[in-house]
């Protein structure tokens, strides 16, 4: 499965962005999706997840009640809505696919990765 992220760039505190990453050459809809970010320094961290059917999910105490993840299997992508962006939410934001069960913080878990997009957000 190859993974394609896009929708990064450049907001202002308190704005919002939707990225999205699309998948290819596997089946979408087999794998559990994630999100993580890694900013400059920092260990990779994890975002948030999505089940195979998009029935549950699980976020990273830092985005509670911001970022909601959604999928959309028809299309072979998931979304990151981001609402209420700070500045410590600059990062590269990575997607990723689990082909195992459950919904793992456990970067170790997933066994594909996209290639990143970075998100800025100014103060």
């Known amino acids: 499965v190859q993974l394609q992220a896009s929708g990064g760039g450049l907001v202002q505190a308190g704005g919002s962005l939707r990225l999205s990453c699309t998948a290819s050459g596997g089946t979408f809809s087999s794998n559990t999706m994630a999100w993580f970010r890694q900013a400059p320094g920092k260990e990779r961290e994890f975002v948030t997840a999505?089940?195979?059917?998009?029935?549950?999910?699980r976020y990273g105490d830092s985005v509670k009640g911001r970022f909601t993840i959604s999928r959309d299997n028809a299309k072979n992508t998931v979304y990151l809505q981001m609402n209420s962006l700070k500045p410590e939410d600059t990062a590269v934001y990575y997607c990723?696919?689990?082909?195992?069960?459950?919904?793992?913080?456990?970067?170790?878990?997933?066994?594909?990765w996209g290639q990143g997009t970075q998100v800025t957000v100014s103060s």
């Open positions: 990723a696919g689990d082909r195992g069960g459950g919904i793992s913080g456990l970067p170790n878990r997933y066994d594909y």
């Open positions: 999505i089940s195979k059917g998009g029935g549950s999910t």
